[in-house]
């Protein structure tokens, strides 16, 4: 089997996907053009050798696997632990192995059990060994070595676990990652006992009535594989009494007491607690059992949302609800350092930036006071949460296309995907999601189509998702959808077949100019734009004609209706969006003080926005909002949104221009409209990155 990392991850590409072409290819995989044709070069040699098709890719439209090499190569998947001497692992996963192998070995580890395990050289391990401490470092473990002990692990036990579950996740993202961990298992001469975690995990699930996250209960079982040994060593944890209290009283107590007795593990009361943090952190909120600190943060933060992005949520306390779902399980992986892997991270923070500088500001408070540290994926995650739901569902029609999404990474995923396939098809009605366990135990109508984002093991046809897809991935669902549901077929033409298709019928007087239009326009600009306003910038915004500098208003309504005048006059709102305005913040109270002396009053597009409009309103003298001397404002700015995110681009703007105290205090202090397009201008300019 292809051991090689990249040849073995574009391969395991095109088994998940349905013939992409190669500039499809070239942005799902970040690659370059020459560097697919070499990896897929290395696949075709390596299939030639076993007598199998190769992978045409050269003057094709679609690059796909032949039939008879794809079920070759899932059948070599299956049998790649026969022959040890065939597995050949990559540097870093040579020290994931090491670690790996040192903490479920029960002998003393002499360096030929290490070339044995990695099959390399002796200096080769010598080196790996000395790399993998490096790597170790932020963990508070490392690798030793004694003539008495061999090579040994030392540290804490909760800190050596910590690695274990990082370690795992890590490999779990390979495409051949299981196969991996069943060889390290197998070499350190331990039993695979998968299955009967797997069933364990289920047993526990349908008896107890618990939720899990199927994405991180993957993890989760191959760490139990690790985990069981270790108990069988005795290794255990220790926990504060403080904390063995709490958990102690937690209703998952008895679903882990449940499992460790299925699993043949001792009932120590610090391994209790052990797992049950480790059942909690990937488990979905219930609400039926809700942490009180964490259900009202998680108000509190919807609140703060609410107000930083200047919209209002129809169903909040919905949105509540399905953000504790989230939070919850969080919270406990945060605290214990439970790793999480979020390959969604780059994209997140590409397509959804506004979102995610509003949402990293809004958790900031929580580290102080939970006492943990937010990680960047944790970050993206609630970004999606929030960015799925700012998606304005379309309004139902009859006689739609059934369809469900099959999705094991979570709440905030399973939202995002069925947000982005209702945008992209009128068609269809995406009417449930579901997780790959009631997929595999339900039995669907032939007619339903089945979107997924993980592999499925299914003669069904069924269409390979990302909770996050580009204009490419998005382009090429359409095509496929559109050709199964009305025979449709498109061919992608390239830039460089559409000027040879031009010059044959006109003359070409720039072509290099007609390259860069017609590479800023293709046949899919529908799929990428058709849901995508322009988002304005800061300064396109509060011009000379939208912001005004006075010296006193005594009536906080008369501030409001004079900050909103500018947009009355250049048509963006109608007058009942400032009644709305008011009214809002009279029923809710003064939530649109987002800091000492700003206001920022907005109400819904629904209640009178005809476009998006902000305007700027300085006060030399403060106006108290409701009539409280708690309540001084000096500076309101009205924002008009049409929807949940056009508006946002300006909006980030103009929370970092506020965040800045000295240019704070300089709004606060000008006198001259030109002194605040001044500093309006300067952070137009800044990305909002």
Known sequence: MITEERPAILLHHLLSVKGPTMNQLVVETKLTKRQISYDLEKINHWLKQHHMPPIQYKRVQMITVPPDSEEYIRKQQQQQLQNESQFVLTEKERMIAIYLFLFVRQESISLAHLIQLLQVSKSTVISDVKKANELLTPFVVKIDYTRHRGYHLKGTEFDKRVVVLEYVTQLLQKPYGEASIQYILKMAERENRLDQIDHTLATIKQECDVQFVEERLTQFSSFLLFYYYRQQEKKFVRFHSDEIAVLAQDPMRKVTERMMRLLEIEIVEEEVCYLIVQLLGLSLGNLSVQHDLLFKICERLVSDFETKACIMFEQKSDVIQTLYRHVKPAYFRMKYRIPISNPLLQEIKNEHKELYMIVEELLLPLESLLNITISEEEIGFITIHFGALLEKPKRMTPKKKRAIVVCPSGVSSSLMVKNQLDSLFSEVNVERTMSLHEFQNETLEDDVLIFSTVFLQTNALYFHVKPIMTPTEKSRLVNEVYQHLFGIS????????????????????????????????????????????????????????????????????????????????????????????????????????????????????????????????????????????????????????????????????????????????????????????????????LSTN
């Open 490 to 685: 498109h061919y992608n033409l390239s830039v460089p077949e559409l000027i040879k298709v031009i010059k044959k019928h006109a003359d070409v007087f720039d072509e290099r100019g007609l390259k860069e239009a017609l590479s800023k326009w293709t046949v899919h600009q529908k799929v990428d734009d058709s849901n995508r306003r322009k988002r304005p910038v800061l300064k396109e915004l509060l011009t000379k004609e939208t912001i005004q500098i006075v010296d006193e208003i005594t009536d906080w309504e008369e501030a409001i209706q004079v900050a909103a005048t500018p947009l009355m006059n250049n048509k963006a709102i109608e007058s009942s969006y400032i009644e709305a305005m008011i009214h809002t913040i009279k029923t809710l109270g003064p939530y649109v003080i987002i800091g000492p002396e700003i206001a920022i009053p907005h109400a819904r597009p629904e209640n009178g926005v005809n476009q998006i409009g902000m305007s700027f309103l300085k006060l030399n003298k403060p106006v108290h909002f409701l009539g409280n001397d708690e309540h001084p404002v000096r500076l309101i700015i009205c924002v008009a949104a049409i929807d949940n995110k056009t508006h946002l681009t300006a909006l980030s703007q103009l929370t970092k221009l506020l965040s800045k105290k000295e240019h704070l205090q300089q709004l606060k202090e000008v006198n001259q409209v030109d002194e605040v397009i001044q500093l309006v201008d300067e952070y137009s300019a």
